[in-house]
C-alpha cells in the first residue's frame, strides 16, 4: 500500500504557471504495481510516476514526472 496523499496527487499541480494558450488536458498517477516494475527496469527506486498531457493550439504533448528516484536510476532515466 501507498501513502493516499501520494496516491490522489495526479501531477497536475506541478502545472499551475502555464504559459497562456497552454492547459492540462489530462493528468494521471501511474498505478503502484507498474512504478515498481519500472523502478526495477531501471535499476533504482522511483518513488512516484505521473502521466501529465499538455495542450496548446490543437497540438499536446506528454512530460511524464518521475519523483525520488536514486542517482543510478537518473542516469538511465535521462540517458535514454
Given at each position: 500500500?501507498?501513502?493516499?496523499?501520494?496516491?490522489?496527487?495526479?501531477g497536475?499541480?506541478h502545472f499551475?504557471n502555464?504559459?497562456?494558450?497552454w492547459t492540462?488536458?489530462?493528468s494521471s498517477?501511474?498505478p503502484?504495481?507498474q512504478?515498481?516494475?519500472?523502478?526495477?527496469?531501471l535499476?533504482?527506486q522511483i518513488v512516484r510516476?505521473t502521466?501529465t498531457?499538455?495542450?496548446?493550439?490543437g497540438q499536446?504533448?506528454q512530460?511524464n514526472q518521475c519523483?525520488?528516484?536514486?542517482?543510478?536510476?537518473?542516469?538511465?532515466?535521462?540517458?535514454?
Open positions: 500500500g501507498g501513502n493516499a496523499a501520494v496516491a490522489e496527487d495526479d497536475s499541480d499551475r502555464l504559459p497562456t494558450g492540462v488536458a489530462a498517477a501511474v503502484e504495481q512504478v515498481t516494475t519500472i523502478s526495477q527496469k535499476g533504482g510516476l502521466n498531457t499538455l495542450s496548446v493550439d499536446s504533448i512530460p519523483r525520488r528516484f536514486l542517482r543510478r536510476c537518473s542516469t538511465k532515466v535521462f540517458s535514454t
